[in-house]
């Protein structure tokens, strides 16, 4: 994939303005981080705390460049079968089976079992051959025309061996396949791992990847997030929520809100024809935004100052 | 420029920034990709390709700030000579620049009659100084820094001495020497030189600064850690405690990562053609029965137990310390602590921060020690639980006050586990004298070792948790 193929992707300020126009609201780091990955040819490996818009990283990245999102989601025990390819053993055995009858004619006038091996050998490993691969998301990614998005997510939750499985595919965009052979990407797929940081990545695949961190956006980036996902609200209370949200974040809290519980709490407020944020008013809504029950009860208990501050602000 | 981002990175390293070359060559692609014009956007590039964790980025800002901000006054300096070149364009004034001219004109007055001062004119320091020629400057710094042998600075406090050394080896006696003459003449030309040994000086302070920002600063810090590793633990003192619990902890995640391969959990595993095959021969090729691969799981359980008496206090702290590390990167361990009883304490270091868990855990379990009671308590908490999968670690001196040391609970635990290790903080010369009996209770050890700093605990917890897998 070259830049030039991409005019959406000419430049850092395009692609910033790129993204705007699919709604997704960023900072120049991480559209710099998208430019390089392209120049490069690089995965981008992302992290930060849940909910602050990684998965829509590469969602909307497929949406800018009209490509095919490929996404492969990572849990305890995924293995190649299940990421990579499998062999369609079905299809392997009714093939046999049909084509039992079809041996007899081919070996017929064979003369001693030398000669019918030879014979067989002819047909090479007809069973072992693409027709009879399933291809799985990491291969598929590397078989699209056109390329693709590549999305691995919460790659934290995988195993050290599929770690290690992704490294030849990071680092060269093949994969190899024992019966048949290397299947190279004709174009290489674009690639974004995303991490939750459940544990740690190993140096080897973090050395491939170009390492963006999204943190918690700041009040004016939040402001533009929330008038781009809901453009309906108004100016004033847009304002006071997302301050809100800021001073929940500085509390000890158990899961703190993050960008995609902001954007459901505004959500909220304008579906119950909010005006201005009342004590009753985020009292009933707060489970929107805090998700266990201390949080809740740490919130309303400072509910009052919380509300105050953003106001005297 | 490409030099200066090798420095960087090499400074970058000090600082404990794990970088190899190939991400070198990375930094050096994006830095080409994205030029060298918007500071920030270089920034942000390079801490993508050089930065992994987000505490290596915060050292990575700290860092660039710190070494570009340098570099950037560098090339102010080069840009502003080509802007004198060109007379319409206004430069940004440095102290030096503005009316040069004028400022010199009392020197060659006071010349004229001054055979001193007119030597020091002839000095090509002073000539360098005077047309601001920042190559050759920066080239006699360099031959100034080879010349005093500047890379060896180790230490923050050395920093003036080598400053000094480096003033003295550019010959800016001779620049004193006329100075002090022309202070007792109250002479015109003194204002004009003075200026240019304050500039000299700061020439040299700021690059005795970078310099040891370069290879001083982070191997220091590497000192420290090296020392600290290396330091019986019952000396270090109160303040080093939180570097120590860092390093400590570090440690512990190196060991389980390390280490943490067989806590996988394989549930149906991959379907093992070749046995289904076989299996389907009788059949006729149908596969009627299905055969999996599967891995054998391997949980091991780690027990251990910590002595907090008196006698073995200054350690404790350490080893409970260790303990909680421990317990926080591995599944599967239970703590207990001990004196005179025993209790479990894996509640208490699930639950509260690790100072907090010592505070109690001593202030619950600590006074005089007795053994034989405390294996006791622990066979009645853990007996039942140990089998072919558990190591037993003891964290301890075995000094038993003479009392009954109840050798028969041991060599139970010993023959139910899988291994029985014992730290003991006394040197292995002190085993069995007076009141110790750890010849004893040696004999129902797979394993004991002296253990009084953090590299033997280190070593010693390798090659326990090679043991338990």
């Not at chain 2, 512990?252 to 549930?267: D, F, P």
């Amino acid at each position: 994939m070259h830049t030039r193929d991409f005019p959406q992707l000419a430049s850092i300020e395009v692609i910033q303005q790129g993204f705007e126009t699919c709604g997704y609201i960023c900072s120049s780091k991480i559209a710099t981080a998208v430019y390089l990955a392209f120049a490069l040819r690089k995965p981008i490996l992302v992290e930060g705390p849940p909910g602050v818009g990684k998965t829509e990283l590469a969602k909307t990245t497929a949406e800018l460049l009209q490509l095919p999102l490929i996404r492969l989601q990572c849990y305890e025990g995924l293995d190649e079968a299940k990421a990579l390819y499998e062999w369609k053993y079905g299809k392997q055995l009714l093939y046999t089976q049909v084509l039992k009858e079809q041996l007899g004619d081919l070996l017929q006038g064979a003369r001693g079992l030398a000669e019918s091996v030879e014979r067989l050998h002819r047909f090479g490993d007809i069973f072992y051959s693409e027709q009879f691969l399933e291809p799985r998301p990491l291969l598929k990614a590397m078989q699209q025309e056109r390329g693709a998005i590549l999305l691995i997510d919460e790659v934290d939750k995988s195993d050290y061996e599929f770690e290690s499985l992704l490294l030849e595919i990071l680092s060269d965009y093949q994969v190899s396949i024992p019966e048949i052979g290397t299947i190279k990407a004709s174009v290489s797929p674009m690639v974004f791992l995303t991490s939750n940081n459940t544990r740690d990545i190993s140096d080897a695949l973090k050395r491939r990847c170009l390492h963006l961190y999204i943190p918690f956006p700041s009040v004016e980036l939040e402001e533009r997030i929330v008038r781009s996902r809901v453009p309906d609200i108004d100016n004033q209370l847009r304002h006071q929520l997302v301050a809100f949200v800021h001073s929940l974040r500085e509390l000890d809290l158990k899961k703190t809100p993050a960008i995609s519980e902001t954007i459901d709490w505004a959500r909220s407020l304008l579906l119950l024809h909010a005006r201005d944020l009342d004590e009753a008013m985020v009292q009933n809504t707060l489970n929107v935004l805090l998700k266990f029950e201390e949080d809740i009860a740490a919130a309303n208990a400072g509910l009052r100052k919380l509300l105050r501050s953003p106001g005297s602000a | 420029m490409q030099s200066r981002l090798v420095d960087f990175i090499a400074l970058l390293r000090s600082h404990d920034v794990r970088i190899s070359p190939a991400e070198t060559l990375d930094a050096m692609e994006v830095a080409a990709t994205l030029g060298y014009a918007g500071r920030e956007r270089l920034r942000d590039g390079l801490a993508m390709t050089l930065a992994k964790t987000p505490a290596e980025e915060a050292v990575f800002e700290h860092c660039f700030d710190r070494f570009f901000d340098r570099q950037l006054a560098d090339f102010g300096s080069t840009r502003r000579e080509q802007a004198q070149a060109e007379p319409a364009t206004e430069t940004i004034g440095r102290e030096l620049e503005p009316a040069a001219e004028g400022h010199d004109a009392p020197l060659l007055d006071a010349a004229r009659d001054d055979a001193a001062l007119r030597e020091l004119l002839a000095n090509p320091l002073l000539q360098q100084l005077q047309d601001n020629d920042q190559n050759a400057l920066n080239l006699a710094l360099d031959r100034a820094a080879e010349q005093v042998g500047l890379g060896q600075m180790q230490m923050f406090t050395q920093k003036g001495l080598f400053t000094h050394r480096m003033l003295e080896a550019m010959g800016e006696a001779s620049l004193r020497n006329v100075i002090i003459a022309l202070e007792q003449q109250h002479s015109p030309a003194l204002a004009p030189l003075q200026r240019y040994r304050d500039i000299l000086r700061e020439q040299v302070r700021d690059y005795v600064e970078r310099e040891y920002l370069l290879h001083a600063e982070g191997h220091n810090a590497r000192f420290m850690d090296d020392i600290l590793s290396h330091t019986r633990l019952n000396n270090l003192e109160q303040r080093y405690l939180q570097r120590v619990q860092a390093l400590v902890h570090k440690m512990a995640r190196k060991l389980a990562e390390r280490h943490a391969r067989k806590q996988r959990r394989h549930r149906r595993g991959r379907l093992d053609m070749g046995r289904t095959l076989r299996a389907g021969i009788a059949s006729d090729g149908v596969l009627f029965q299905t055969h999996w691969r599967r891995l054998r799981k391997h949980r091991p359980q780690l027990l251990a137990v910590c002595d907090v008496s008196g006698s073995v206090a200054a350690y404790a702290k350490f080893l409970l310390l260790f303990l909680y590390s421990l317990q926080d990167v591995l599944p599967r361990v239970r703590s207990f602590a001990f004196s005179s009883q025993l209790g479990e304490v894996s509640e208490l270091f699930d639950q509260y921060p690790v100072e907090k868990a010592i505070e109690l855990v001593n202030w619950r379990y600590g006074g005089a020690t007795d053994y034989g009671n405390s294996l006791q308590d622990f066979a009645r908490l853990a007996l039942d639980d140990i089998n072919s999968s558990t190591t037993v670690i003891i964290l301890g001196d075995a000094r038993n006050n003479h009392g009954d040391p109840r050798l028969d609970i041991l060599r139970s635990i010993y023959q139910r586990s899988r291994r029985v290790i014992w730290l003991n903080p006394e040197s292995r010369r002190a085993w069995g004298s007076g009141d110790s009996e750890m010849l004893r209770y040696h004999s129902a050890c797979h394993f004991a070792a002296e253990c009084n700093n953090l590299a033997q605990l280190e070593r010693v917890v390798d090659q326990l948790l090679r043991l338990t897998r």
